[in-house]
């Protein structure tokens, strides 16, 4: 089945910078690949998500990225704020079910 | 998005007794999915709900342990059975909307501790 390892486990930033996290799948039938933003004690929301047909997806200060020839995908956000610390998780998917990454916790310091 | 409503939003419960939440969507969705997010950890997947047959199972999670109904296509239960501290965690109920490129969403889960 499909696994998705997820780095790093924590990431910490200054206010305005970027932050990267990575993750990388072993399925290479998967085909759709979301990002999920946790904030402490609430739900896990989509950010943003891509299909393997695209390379590159853009919203406002989020981005992702898809390389499918090597199985890995990323999360980019650029000029960040205390408001985007939080647990992010990536997850990746061919069909319904989807498999996520343990998981990375942002600290954005203002 | 569809509206997912889950609860209790959280319990207490003593070991050896039984457990059930329920998920309410606002409109059909296809899909519903329980998941079990434990302290500090990621989403795992438990099961699929199918409507009016038994529930998808993946590995490591059982009927006996974990039963779903599914009567119709916005209404779903989980039940944890014969808890142990173990069974600590936050359980999440997911829809995902009629629609091949229909995304996942989570309901607010269930926040359930077992002394």
């Known amino acids: 089945g499909e696994n998705v390892e997820q780095h790093p486990s924590t990431l910490s930033v200054q206010e305005g910078d970027s932050a990267v996290i990575k993750c990388t799948y072993s399925?290479?039938?998967?085909?759709?690949f979301p990002w999920y933003k946790q904030e402490l004690g609430k739900r896990p929301q989509l950010i943003i998500d891509?299909?393997?047909?695209?390379g590159e997806k853009k919203d406002q200060r989020i981005a992702v990225t898809l390389n499918k020839t090597a199985k890995h995908f990323s999360l980019h956000i650029t000029e960040t704020q205390p408001e985007d610390s939080a647990v992010y998780f990536c997850?990746?998917?061919?069909?319904?079910?989807?498999?996520f990454g343990a998981g990375t916790i942002l600290r954005v310091k203002s | 998005s569809a509206v997912i409503s889950q609860k209790p939003s959280r319990d207490i419960c003593q070991r050896g007794t039984s457990l059930t939440i329920q998920c309410q969507v606002d409109?059909?969705?296809?899909?519903m999915f329980w998941y079990r997010q434990q302290p500090g950890q990621s989403l795992t997947l438990i099961a699929t709900?199918?409507?009016?047959?038994?529930?998808?199972?993946e590995s490591g999670f059982v009927i006996d342990k974990f039963p779903i109904s599914r009567p119709n296509l916005t209404f779903s239960t989980l039940t944890v059975s014969n808890m142990s501290p173990e069974d600590s965690s936050i359980y999440l109920c997911?829809?995902?909307?009629?629609?091949?490129?229909?995304?996942?969403?989570f309901g607010n889960g269930t926040r359930l501790t077992v002394t």
């Open positions: 997850a990746a998917s061919q069909g319904n079910k989807l498999v």
């Open positions: 997911s829809v995902k909307g009629q629609g091949v490129n229909s995304p996942l969403h």
């Open positions: 709900a199918n409507q009016g047959s038994e529930a998808t199972y």
């Open positions: 891509i299909r393997s047909n695209v």
């Open positions: 409109s059909q969705v296809t899909m």
């Open positions: 399925d290479s039938a998967s085909n759709y």
